[in-house]
């Protein structure tokens, strides 16, 4: 089993552009997350979805659009990256509220 | 809002010494959950406490949930470097509407 797939695992991109982080998890999950990571900020919830179609806003929505087409599939768009968005970026996926499986992060610098 | 905080947010500990982190909740948890990120790494699933006054433990790790479910604390037992990482507390709010909200977390060093 593969658990979360986090791609890409790097990236650089320049202010104004735009891309897409894909999360895949093989669990069957009905929970899908996605936080973000900074120095000192600890876990912050950017969107979450609670099943296939279904999309919430967390806690630092801003900036971020997501889209969950299908269950095993979870995606974190960045319309026009700003160099405030530069962070660790963590997908994870649950059954309901159970324990969090995440995926290895996705690093991204915007310059 | 519900607020999840951790203390110490740093704690430095000789090989061999103690460490506990707290986890104290703004409001009354379902339950707890405990994870563990070690540098460059990804948060990794401990444990997780339900009932009020709980107890576990996980060879030397203790995990205890506080009697009115607003606080939980991890407590490790002679450290050693592979304890190297930053520990998080994610607390279930109970009633309502259901959210996960995750700790400010504890980063550990351990000097050899």
């Known amino acids: 089993n593969a658990g979360v797939t986090q791609t890409p695992k790097f990236r650089v991109l320049k202010t104004g552009q735009s891309m897409t982080l894909l999360c895949a998890q093989d669990?069957?999950?009905?929970?899908m997350y996605w936080y973000r990571q900074d120095p000192g900020m600890g876990l912050r919830l950017i969107h979450y979805?609670?099943?296939?179609?279904?999309?919430a806003k967390g806690e630092v929505p801003d900036g971020y659009n997501v889209s969950r087409l299908k269950k095993q599939n979870f995606l974190l768009g960045l319309e026009s990256a700003a160099p405030s968005q530069t962070s660790v970026y963590f997908c994870?996926?649950?059954?309901?509220?159970?324990?969090?499986?995440f995926g290895d992060g996705t690093r991204l610098s915007i310059l | 809002g519900q607020q999840v905080m951790q203390i110490p947010q740093y704690q430095h500990v000789q090989e061999g010494e103690d460490f506990t982190t707290y986890c104290n909740s703004s409001?009354?948890?379902?339950?707890i959950q405990w994870y563990k990120q070690r540098p460059g790494g990804h948060p990794v699933f401990l444990i997780q406490?339900?009932?009020?006054?709980e107890v576990k433990k996980q060879k030397r790790l203790t995990f205890q949930f506080g009697e009115a479910k607003k606080n939980s604390s991890l407590h490790i037992t002679a450290t050693q470097t592979t304890d190297v990482g930053t520990y998080f507390c994610?607390?279930?709010?109970?009633?309502?509407?259901?959210?996960?909200?995750f700790g400010t977390g504890t980063k550990l060093q351990v000097i050899p």
């Open positions: 994870a996926s649950s059954y309901v509220l159970g324990p969090q499986h």
């Open positions: 669990m069957n999950h009905e929970y």
């Open positions: 979805s609670v099943g296939e179609g279904t999309t």
């Open positions: 409001t009354t948890l379902s339950n």
């Open positions: 406490l339900v009932k009020s006054g």
């Open positions: 994610a607390g279930l709010n109970s009633g309502g509407y259901q959210k996960v909200t």
